[in-house]
């Protein structure tokens, strides 16, 4: 009952009126209802999508990737697919368009929601900026947002517009095209120049900005893009847990930070380890270099709790839309940190399953119920998209936040 409680917003009351081909009152009909999607969006980078849709590797490689993300489609709902500039464009003039688009449509067409990162970073951008000129550099950033937004319109329709602009003029580690138009403009500066254009291109698109810094000064940052009229569709937070699972208390007080702002929150890039932790002494995780980092039984029961609370405590706020882990698997992941929800070999971890049986389970509605006389069904369920099976029809409805009406007809 305490969970039905904390989760009523994630949940919708639904009516629907059964009719026969002559639109008479379908009554006493037994009908299943199950859900096929949440509204919620539980994600992964899930860049192994670019090889697949592709099928540009070896056969059996292509046969292990495949079986990597019937997994991650087995309880995913969205993805997030690679933009990062240095990547799609080494070559000036010659970006991964294709590539990526056969990626954004194979997730599509299963029912999967797409989001692009980022559009503009300074890390792993295009190496060949530092040619040009400041002026130069922000008409090519530009130039670039123009035509990934407008490229890919329909496909990806969400995205992370900037990335880590706390710390992007100020960054040191080496001179990079981005830092020095955001030393130009300044964070708010850049921030609104790069929103600006974004939504020109797909004035309907959600843009978020994303960052690492979860501090006042990330805080302080939003203040001024919403003072100076940048319209941000939902604060991107990253939650790279390496050294540690933050913890339910400092979960809640990052929450309670950024929820002031009364803007969606989404919990972008989320790492949990099965495997030992970074050293806490580590100020840049990139610096962390081990030559093995392996996932162990007993890690990985630490991660499956882990996991199960993080997602319940963002699951039950109200102003989170989104969580994405940022390594599905630990082929390939990120520092080569055994984050992954399944393993190498793709065999799950004990954080697959829980987080399966929670979203495919207890955070979904699947019921069998009578129509009455009126051939009229009543029922509350989680948020997102159903199918209505009866007398072997299928009919497909959504559940929204406001209560409401729908006639069926059985034909």
Not at 22 to 34: D, F, R, S, T, Y
Not at 178 to 197: N, P
Not at 299 to 320: C, G, N
Not at 376 to 399: A, H, M, Q, R
Request: proline content about 5%.
């Amino acid at each position: 009952m305490g969970q039905a409680h904390e989760l009523k917003h994630r949940m919708g009351n639904k009516t629907i009126k059964l009719v026969d081909a002559a639109g008479l009152p379908a009554a006493g009909k037994e009908v299943e209802i199950k859900q096929t999607n949440h509204a919620f969006l539980f994600g992964c980078g899930i860049f192994d999508a670019v090889d697949v849709a592709n099928q540009n590797v070896p056969s059996d490689r292509l046969a292990f990737q495949e079986e990597k993300l019937d997994l991650f489609l087995d309880v995913f709902n969205s993805a997030t697919l690679p933009f990062y500039w240095g990547r799609f464009e080494p070559e000036k003039g010659k970006p991964l368009t294709k590539e990526l688009q056969a990626a954004a449509r194979w997730l599509k067409e299963r029912n999967v929601a797409v989001k692009g990162h980022p559009l503009c970073w300074h890390t792993v951008t295009a190496p060949w900026l530092l040619e040009m000129s400041n002026e130069e550099i922000l008409q090519a950033q530009f130039a670039r947002i123009e035509r990934e937004v407008t490229d890919f319109k329909g496909l990806i329709d969400t995205w992370d517009v900037i990335n880590e602009v706390v710390i992007m003029p100020i960054f040191d580690q080496y001179d990079n095209g981005i830092t020095r138009i955001s030393q130009d403009l300044g964070r708010v500066g850049i921030i609104k120049e790069m929103f600006a254009k974004t939504r020109e291109h797909n004035p309907d698109a959600t843009l978020l900005l994303n960052d690492f810094n979860t501090s006042i000064n990330y805080e302080i940052l939003i203040d001024g893009c919403l003072n100076a009229g940048v319209k941000i569709d939902a604060i991107g937070i990253q939650s790279h847990q390496h050294q540690g699972y933050w913890g339910r208390e400092k979960l809640e007080e990052v929450l309670d930070r950024f929820s002031h702002f009364g803007l969606p929150i989404h919990f972008t890039e989320n790492t949990l380890t099965s495997g030992h932790l970074m050293p806490p002494e580590i100020v840049d995780l990139n610096d962390y270099e081990p030559s093995h980092w392996p996932s162990t039984p007993e890690f990985e029961e630490r991660q499956a709790k882990e996991a199960e609370e993080m997602y319940s405590i963002l699951f039950q706020h109200p102003l989170v839309q989104a969580i994405t882990t940022w390594s599905f698997s630990d082929d390939g992941s990120w520092l080569g940190a055994p984050a992954g929800f399944i393993r190498k070999d793709n065999s799950p971890k004990p954080a697959y399953k829980v987080l399966k049986k929670r979203i495919k389970g207890d955070w979904s509605t699947h019921l069998t119920v009578k129509s009455d006389d009126n051939g009229v069904i009543s029922f509350e369920g989680f948020l997102g998209e159903y199918d209505l099976v009866c007398d072997g029809e299928k009919v497909s409805f959504t559940i929204e936040q406001e209560a409401e009406t729908d006639q069926l007809i059985l034909r």
